[in-house]
């Protein structure tokens, strides 16, 4: 899947917030050894500096593009691309931080004690990812994949939620985790401008199917799911458009 880093970053307020509280939530003083999995364009890892300026931080992600940006910000961490699902330091380190990344990948009761495994002892993992996929903003992407010309290309990108309820995560940390703590939020964010449920999906999961698409399909399948959304999420009459948007959050020390 292919990354544009502006179309990501026209929302970065709201998708920096959770990375920002996920970052409160990790109970390290001095952490020497930190690594962004899944860092994109490193605002997150740019955080992690300013809280601990002495500590060595790698920034990882799979996307040349994103790591571009990241790198120009923030040119004293160490950025590799790679991929996450693979990826493994040479070292074990103190803390694994991963905002909005893992939710990409399969396999969560193999991958998830792995991670764990690359820590040191009282070192934390650290994850957020969405959880907002039976809401119609991803809903309605299924149902216009299902209703038109670009069908046999789109059905096969339509997966089951690809985070698990929280009893699961759970259960796949406890065995090898010493302390877990697992909550969601709802955040409610307030949007404005033309069509920004739209806007916001097109920087995310949208992408999936943009991708898979030739025009002139991409084009007529993108209109098809925006006069959807923007049904399902109406403009109020103070030019707000109100997106509900829940999150997962899992801080586990080894």
């Given at each position: 899947m292919s990354w544009d880093p502006?179309?990501?970053l026209a929302f970065a307020d709201h998708r920096q917030r959770p990375a920002l509280e996920l970052l409160t939530r990790v109970p390290l003083?001095?952490?020497q050894h930190v690594v962004d999995l899944g860092c994109g364009t490193g605002s997150a890892t740019r955080a992690m500096r300013r809280r601990w300026p002495d500590a060595d931080l790698v920034g990882v992600d799979g996307?040349?593009?994103?790591?571009?940006?990241a790198r120009a910000d923030l040119p004293d961490a160490t950025w590799i691309e790679?991929?996450?699902?693979?990826?493994?330091?040479g070292a074990p380190v103190d803390l694994l931080y991963s905002n909005a990344a893992l939710h990409w990948l399969d396999g969560h009761p193999g991958l998830f004690p792995k991670l764990a495994g690359h820590l040191t002892k009282g070192g934390?993992?650290?994850?957020?990812?969405?959880?907002n996929f039976t809401a119609p903003s991803h809903q309605l992407m299924y149902d216009v994949a299902l209703d038109g010309p670009w069908r046999p290309t789109l059905e096969p990108l339509i997966v089951d939620p690809p985070t698990a309820p929280m009893a699961d995560y759970y259960d796949i940390l406890s065995p090898v985790t010493a302390e877990i703590d697992i909550w969601t939020v709802e955040y409610l964010q307030a949007l404005t401008g033309e069509n920004p449920v739209a806007e916001f999906t097109k920087g995310t999961w949208l992408r999936r199917f943009l991708d898979a698409l030739d025009e002139p399909l991409r084009s007529e399948f993108e209109a098809a799911y925006r006069a959807r959304i923007v049904d399902a999420y109406p403009r109020r009459e103070d030019g707000v458009t109100l997106f509900p948007f829940r999150r997962l959050f899992i801080v586990a020390i080894r």
């Open positions: 502006t179309q990501y003083d001095a952490p996307s040349p593009d994103m790591l571009d940006r790679a991929d996450i699902g693979v990826w493994a330091p934390c993992l650290a994850i957020q990812m969405p959880a």
